[in-house]
């Protein structure tokens, strides 16, 4: 107790030296608090708007289907099954249909996934009731970075080209009645959305689906046979995985933030360990212990990281709060990371980021303090009263 | 002396490593100090002075002999044990005033009762007290470096008598003061040894200080050559 309150003392007084340290750390802790919040705020958003556009509550594949796998797509689709048949008609479950295709957007060719969807579906959010006009051409939805990519804007007609599954090309005009926007790339990129039926008649493939995505309220005791069940979780691994490796690859910068920090509270350390001996000696003709004073030191170097919380409570709170506020905006190009991301991303702090930072910080603030502290143990009390230790 | 004797020293020698070989600074002391005392080991730079009030204050340990301080041989203590004795029963006076410089005259002062337990009011009482001997009452709120050299040594005496104990070492308190300063706290000094009955011993080679002490101790090259009981204290 009585060290907190000596420490206190030592610290302010030294001045500027300590106010430098702690704005140093104070700086760190705001920035590793403001970009997990950042982190932590994209991938909620990731999540709820990858379960709204495309996993929904889970999914059933043909199993043969591999995402990842364009090439296998011609043996990953079967009739809609006895069993989901129901909750189809219902519109509890939704099917999907994938082919693979190619559209000629200027007369460049370029490969890319046709999806059929019902155009009346509620699962997931896609507009697919856009699919539902009178066009002499057969009409399609895509995405924004879909538009982009292909120069493709809404009223265009392109051509594109499939195989049905006997293996036979065919090609037709589509028009784009819709470009919509959205923030998950497995929906958006490389794909055209028509209407199911459509593309079942494309491919000869009718009654048939790849895959179905499920709505909120749909519960399956059965086994499907032919299908696999893909949970939510299952469906967010990929997403999670680059999320973790986001958060590790952000913290190296953070890594070397903090050593900066710590080598700025190490010297400091030494330094008035070193510059303060007869003070040392002083408070040991006083009756202090040594493990008193060594005390006193670690705690007067801990004390950097309390007061840089303090620091960030006062004034970081309200500029993390605006942060949170207006978001931040995505530089331009970023959405080509395959990971679901808004133009604004509002970032969120945990209790767990804010007080899990706080401590970690704190507590190598201490330990990097005690060490320069320990050499006081080892000091003569009879030469650091004058000073003269080297 | 006798057995009420607060500080005895026996067949003390101390030797420090110099090089590969030793240096004996003090060699076969043997001295009694009783409670109440305003004693003065005097000699001339390198006598051994600071060394034998070292000892005393238990900073030092002696390399044969021993040192008994209030009952404790101070060889024998631990670490903690020392510092216990000097938390309770000792205070320091030192040539270059050592006070904290980040700290006011206040909390200088009231540093040695902090490692004390002691209740709020006790200790603000004590404080006041110390300052008031010391005639420092208007500069509780000032920073030693705002103080001169008179100034801060007064307030190393309050923060050495705040605890009020039973004995106060001082190592060449004058050296940094010019002559008035110098007679202004031995008379403050001599005031406390005869109001609280408090032990001091001065280590000094300097006259003005030799004027006001009630016993001398001459110190030559590690040994004491001369002990006298001064009858008429200078003024
Ligand atoms: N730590 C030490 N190591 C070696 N020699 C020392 C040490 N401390 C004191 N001495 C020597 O012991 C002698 C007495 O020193 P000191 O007690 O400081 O004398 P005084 O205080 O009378 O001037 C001096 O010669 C000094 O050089
Ligand atoms: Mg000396």
Redesign the interface.
Known sequence: MIAIKLAYRNLVGAGLRTWLNVIVLAFVLFMIIWHYGILDGWNEQANRDMKAWEVGNGQYWQENYDPYDFFTLEESHAKIPEALKKATNDGIVTPILINQGSIYPEGRIQSMLLKGITPDQNVIVLPSEELNVESEEIPVIIGRRMAKSCKLQEGDVTTIRWRDINGTFDATEVKIVKVFNCDVPNVDQGQIWIHIEKLQEMMQAYGEATMFIIGEDFEMNETVSGWEYKDFDFLMTEMNEMMKMKKVGGSFMYVILMLLAMLAIFDTQVLSIFRRQKEIGTYIAMGMTRAQVVSLFTVEGAMHAILAVIFIGIFGTPLLIWLMSIGMTMPAGSDDMGIAIAETIYPVYGAGLIIGTSLLIFVITLIVSYLPARKISKMKPTDAIKGKIQ | MEQSSIITIKELIKRFPVGKGEFTALNGINLAFNTGEFAGIVGPSGSGKTTLL?II?S??TATEGKAVVMGQSTGDLT??GA??????H?G?I?Q?Y?L????TVY?NVE??L??LQMSDSERRKAINDALEWVGLTDKIKSRPAQLSGGECQRVAIA?AMVKKPEIVLADEPTANLDAANSHNILKMMLKLNEELKTTFIFATHDDKVIKYLKRKISLEDGKVVKDEIIKIKGD
């Open positions: 070292n204050g900073l030092d670490t903690k510092a216990k004795l000097r938390r309770k000792l320091f030192f270059t050592n904290l410089p980040v700290y909390e540093f040695p902090l490692l923060r």
